[in-house]
């Protein structure tokens, strides 16, 4: 019996043993290695300033309207040049420009106009080239070129889409007179308008402000009304006025539950607007001060 337990208790120790060296290799190198200094980001040398300004103004005149101002993409189907594999390697302007004489490939699939050839001379391909690549790189938005404003949209046309669409409920010399003062930066103007409620920050003080509502009305027909808490199939909470929090099972249909969401109007039109509507209606907003 003793041997025996001699025995377990030998295999037991090599078990743990062998479980701890698994956990060290498995949790990286053993303490006291040294990885070596961790290499940072690569920077791009800079070209100088009159390159960068020949590159911005041949960029924007033969590559804007398809790949973006900002060389990540356009509406007309360009790709992202900043990944491109073609624009990575190239340093000096002569493999952008052999592909722009031979615009064929990976690099154009998707672009929705098709091929285009390009018989830039070979400065202009190098300078080009340099612009593209002094663009920052990033996986996150400060590394965009963001432009200098969003306000480009048709004030005229905004005005008359904001009659047909906002007018029965808004007036820009009532609750909208000096909104553009109020909010000065376009982007939270326009991300106002568009959506006045947000979770979180400003927005949670707007949502407090119109809260969604919802009547209950039993079977025997006695209704209840409140702040909206929670729903689902299944349950469905509220706040009745007096501050008394109630909850209701849901079978279907029983009890009947009405929600009264001030803001439905403006969920209803975000699957409506298109891009023009959303610029048309921010430039005419923002002529309200």
């Known amino acids: 019996m003793k041997r025996e337990i001699k025995i377990a208790a030998t295999l037991l120790a090599g078990l743990l043993a062998s479980s701890a060296a698994a956990q060290q290799s498995n949790s990286g190198p053993p303490r006291g290695f040294d990885r070596g200094p961790v290499a940072a980001f690569p920077a791009r040398?800079?070209?100088?300033?009159?390159?960068?300004?020949?590159?911005?103004?041949?960029?924007?005149?033969?590559?804007?309207?398809?790949?973006?101002?900002?060389?990540?993409?356009?509406?007309?189907?360009?790709?992202?040049?900043?990944?491109?594999?073609?624009t990575m390697k190239d340093s000096d302007g002569s493999l952008l420009r052999q592909f722009l004489l031979n615009p064929t490939g990976a690099e154009h699939t998707g672009v929705r106009e098709g091929p285009q050839k390009f018989d830039l001379s070979a400065q202009q391909a190098a300078d080009i080239s340099a612009y593209i690549r002094n663009f920052p790189l990033s996986s996150r938005d400060p590394g965009r070129m963001r432009p200098p404003t969003?306000?480009?949209?048709?004030?005229?046309?905004?005005?008359?889409?904001?009659?047909?669409?906002?007018?029965?409920?808004?007036?820009?010399?009532?609750?909208?007179?000096?909104?553009?003062?109020?909010?000065?930066?376009?982007?939270?103007?326009?991300?106002?308008?568009?959506?006045?409620?947000?979770?979180?920050?400003?927005g949670g003080a707007r949502a407090a402000a119109h809260p969604v509502t919802v009547t209950v009305t039993q079977p025997d027909g006695t209704k209840v009304e409140g702040t909206l808490g929670r729903i689902d199939d299944f349950i469905v909470t509220l706040t009745e006025a007096d501050g008394t929090n109630r909850s209701f099972r849901r079978d279907g249909d029983v009890p009947k539950v009405e929600l009264h969401d001030p803001m439905q109007q403006h969920r209803d039109l975000l699957s409506v607007y298109t891009d023009r509507d959303i610029h048309n209606v921010t430039a005419y907003l923002a002529t309200l001060k």
């Open 150 to 202: 969003i306000v480009v949209g048709d004030a005229k046309a905004g005005e008359a889409y904001f009659g047909a669409k906002c007018g029965s409920c808004h007036s820009a010399t009532g609750d909208l007179k000096g909104v553009a003062a109020r909010i000065s930066d376009a982007r939270t103007l326009q991300q106002t308008w568009l959506m006045p409620i947000l979770p979180g920050r400003a």
């Open 45 to 86: 040398p800079k070209a100088p300033a009159d390159v960068l300004a020949r590159g911005k103004a041949a960029y924007d005149t033969n590559c804007a309207s398809c790949h973006g101002a900002d060389a990540r993409g356009g509406e007309r189907g360009g790709n992202n040049l900043l990944r491109s594999d073609i």
